[in-house]
């Protein structure tokens, strides 16, 4: 459940919310086509056209075509491959490409790569005997010499020269995964590319996960044959130990194998982050407990496996690694001072800051004061600077700021009038970023910047919300409890403030995602089938406490054994308080969201049946106990010491106190939230007879978004209901 505050949010287009605040040269394995900085900072590398070509930054027409359409046919075919990713080779005279590419769980990780030798025009096939579609995360060695891919859960090394493929490991299958990961680590840490190349290329470290105790969860497909049969999915359920991970170190050249020998009990304990340690010689990585409060980061040496513990960080509630603040990317470690000193990210004082820390784990502060880091966008050591994101004032919107490494005041680079969402991609040299811009009246895409001074190198596009759109109105509101939260609110076309008004609820309250976030689509409802504002409904969402908003650690973690429970308290106290307002029609008042947000819709309209008339639930955690290990965990506590909190919070829990309106929605073949949660569901409520309207989508999944049809099927169902059930228009 860790990404899916963007699904439920814009439904079929979270690729593009994802893509919002990621950097480029981290997003293009997870969402969408690559684009790169040079090494020098001053041209981007993209596809146009089918062809890969190096953009001036500040001229596009500036172009040079690094591989055309000739280039990238395989000999034999009339047809150039369609390049899905790249990357160039530390020399740039190879281009690694990835094509053909295939969905495994979120993403087209898996698929054919070919090498394109810029110097004698050759294209060659890695992997040329290995099934079609079948390599995943190929990359070329620091020499570019060798590239080393997986392919069916082993390890691969192939020389680009002759073409010999050597394997590396041998016993690889569904259950002992080399070099990738399983669904829970992928799911809940974005890891998925599981091994790295020593900066010298003799080496590679990579994860082996051992998942031979983790039991399938069967799903069934009745509809693809005359035949139902099961979909196995490896899926550890909350309660249940971990997969096993393990760090291990290959020679290339003669496949000597060293496995790391670290403390603990591998199924009681993570392993979310490794990478070397600024050598050929070390590993670095972390290590979180089960209950994901404490981590702990070895060295680890890769010629023994030794490892010496140097730093150790605890935390009450949980502690975030990497992708929670890094747009869902674990990989990468910030080193600075020639590898003698790294960065990191902690929320020890309260606030999530940066901090300086040293091989023997001493560690100095970087970034100060009552506000939270949301982000490192850049760490230029050639002059002194760390760029990173924050908002200290205001918690729905997103800057850039840029601070000495060594400590200091932070400095605002974002110009003051530009209110809303900035993201930046800031070249290698720290001079220029590609900006964009979006708030809920604007958005700009293309806009280029010199740093620090902000200044105007490209125009790019702006786009404004048409003066006949519905406006997007930002508030806060205190509840009863003393809980200030964020807002916004579309009002209908042709306000009458004389006359009652439905209100609808967008809904999420779990730490995964914001939903009050001062973007250019905010307040916007792409599952409704026409306009909310002109048909004449209120439509609003509120941030709970637990929601990763840039409030602070207590803020976030004010959730830890409460979800369920203390968000949707604030979520009912926040809407009794909009009720007092005398446009809004406190007989009409519906909630929907999805995921995440289906179970807080569920536990409003159960818990709270005096506010809420009227709900839609799409892909709802029914009962936590069913939903996996890491995130629930994570947030819950483990059900074995504590089972009150997962009861409490869980709708199954609460359905018996059904009064309103409620249709149900889910796909069959949802291998994130299982449809095992809408029939516990359905049966909590047969049992005490409560009516209901309920949608089955056959194998589809948690996004709902396969099949012909199933986009303006659901958008029409959402709206018919929504209208009948809660309808619109002033009185």
């Not at 680079?413 to 809303?420: D, I, N, Q, R, V």
């Not at 076309?493 to 209100?503: A, C, I, L, S």
């Not at 709206?719 to 809660?726: E, G, I, S, V």
Request: charged share 20%.
């Amino acid at each position: 459940m860790n990404r899916f505050i963007f699904r439920n949010q814009l439904y079929t287009c979270y690729i593009l919310v994802g893509l919002l605040g990621a950097t480029l040269n981290e997003t293009y394995a997870q969402f969408g086509q690559q684009v790169q900085w040079s090494d020098d900072g001053n041209a981007m590398i993209k596809v146009v056209a089918g062809e890969i070509v190096s953009e001036a930054v500040t001229d596009a027409a500036q172009r040079t075509v690094l591989a055309t359409h000739a280039d990238l046919t395989p000999a034999g075919s009339n047809e150039p491959l369609p390049v899905r990713r790249f990357s160039l080779a530390a020399k740039g005279d190879k281009i690694l490409i990835n094509t053909h590419t295939k969905r495994v769980w979120r993403y087209d990780t898996r698929g054919d790569y070919w090498v394109f030798d810029q110097g004698d025009k050759s294209l060659t096939q890695l992997g040329k005997d290995l099934p079609a579609s079948s390599l995943m995360y190929a990359k070329l060695s620091p020499d570019g010499t060798k590239a080393a891919y997986v392919s069916g859960h082993n390890l691969y090394v192939e020389e680009l020269g002759s073409g010999t493929v050597t394997p590396l490991t041998t016993d690889g299958n569904d259950r002992i995964i080399h070099g990738t990961f399983d669904w829970a680590y992928e799911e809940e840490f974005g890891c998925r590319d599981g091994f790295r190349w020593s900066p010298d290329g003799t080496q590679i470290a990579y994860w082996t996960i051992d998942a031979r105790t983790i039991r399938n969860f069967l799903m069934i497909n009745n509809t693809d044959s005359t035949y139902s049969y099961t979909i196995p999915v490896e899926y550890p359920k909350v309660g249940e130990a971990p997969s096993a991970a393990f760090l291990s170190v290959v020679a290339v050249g003669n496949g000597r194998t060293v496995k790391m020998d670290i403390p603990g009990d591998p199924t009681q304990h993570y392993l979310p982050r490794m990478e070397w340690a600024a050598n050929s010689k070390e590993l670095i990585f972390q290590q979180l407990d089960r209950k994901q409060q404490q981590s702990n980061l070895y060295v680890a040496n890769a010629t023994d496996g030794t490892c010496s513990l140097i730093y150790t960080e605890t935390d009450s509630a949980w502690i975030d690694s990497k992708a929670r603040w890094n747009h869902d990317d674990p990989t990468g470690w910030e080193w600075i001072n020639g590898g003698k000193e790294f960065i990191w990210v902690s929320e020890k004082d309260g606030w999530r800051h940066l901090y300086r820390i040293d091989r023997q784990g001493n560690e100095k502060p970087i970034t100060r004061g009552d506000y939270d880091v949301m982000g490192i966008d850049r760490i230029d050591e050639t002059g002194g600077y760390v760029y990173f994101s924050a908002s200290p004032d205001n918690a729905t919107q997103k800057y850039l700021y840029r601070i000495k490494i060594s400590g200091g005041k932070a400095e605002r680079l974002t110009p003051k009038h530009l209110a809303g969402t900035h993201n930046y991609t800031i070249s290698p040299n720290g001079k220029v970023a590609m900006h964009r811009y979006s708030s809920h009246t604007a958005n700009r895409t293309g806009h280029v910047v010199g740093l620090p001074d902000h200044q105007t190198l490209v125009e790019g596009t702006l786009t404004e919300l048409p003066a006949d759109a519905p406006k997007t109105e930002f508030f806060s509101i205190t509840t009863a409890d003393g809980v200030e939260m964020d807002g916004w609110m579309v009002k209908p076309t042709n306000f009458d403030p004389t006359k009652k008004y439905p209100v609808v609820f967008y809904v999420y309250g779990e730490p995964a995602g914001q939903t009050v976030t001062d973007q250019y689509g905010a307040g916007s409802n792409r599952l409704y089938n026409g306009s909310m504002a002109d048909d004449g409904y209120v439509y609003i969402s509120l941030d709970n406490r637990g929601t990763p908003a840039p409030k602070g650690r207590a803020w976030r973690k004010a959730i830890y054994k409460n979800i369920g429970i203390s968000n949707i308290r604030d979520q009912a106290m926040g809407a009794q308080e909009i009720l007092k307002w005398p446009f809004v029609d406190a007989d009409r008042v519906a909630v929907w969201g999805w995921s995440g947000g289906g179970s807080s819709t569920l536990n409003l309209l159960f818990q709270y049946p005096e506010i809420y008339q009227t709900g839609i639930a799409i892909a709802a955690v029914g009962d936590q106990l069913m939903y996996d290990n890491i995130y629930q965990e994570r947030y819950m506590g483990i059900p074995q010491e504590d089972r009150t909190p997962f009861i409490e919070g869980s709708p199954v829990t609460h359905a018996r106190h059904l009064r309103g309106n409620l249709l149900y929605i889910h796909g069959t073949a949802d291998d994130n939230v299982h449809y095992q949660n809408a029939e516990l569901l359905i049966n909590e409520l047969i049992k005490h007879n409560k009516q209901f309207s309920l949608m089955a989508y056959p194998n589809r999944s948690h996004s709902i978004s396969e099949g012909e049809g199933t986009q303006a099927h659901l958008s029409t169902l959402y709206t018919d209901f929504l209208k009948q059930r809660c309808p619109p228009g002033g009185r």
